[in-house]
């Protein structure tokens, strides 16, 4: 995964299709009985590190899911360890000339 490179993409109706259901996830943790707190279980939790790719694609290509997920979103950009990450990557000299593009 390349959370390095950034750029605005215009996405197809898969893509679309998939925003759509991202969206329909994250309104049904907006209405479950959980702690309080940013994170899709409250406090930060091994389902946000299994949605943590998806965060960096979406806010990297500059895509919109709903205003949930762009909460969840920005409190995970937030985290100490991901910013910890994107510093790593950044810094990264090895490339794929691919998934630069």
Request: aromatic residues 12%.
């Amino acid at each position: 995964m390349n959370c390095r490179t950034e750029k605005a993409v215009e996405p197809n109706a898969a893509v679309i299709q998939d925003l759509q259901r991202l969206a329909q996830i994250w309104a049904r943790f907006e209405h479950v009985d959980k702690p309080a707190g940013p994170f899709l279980a409250g406090r930060f939790s091994h389902v946000d590190a299994m949605f943590a790719p998806v965060m960096w694609r979406v806010r990297n290509y500059g895509l919109k899911v709903s205003p949930a997920f762009d909460r969840w979103a920005q409190a995970m950009y937030d985290l100490p360890a991901m910013q910890e990450w994107l510093a790593a990557a950044r810094a990264e000299t090895w490339q794929m000339p691919a998934y630069e593009r």
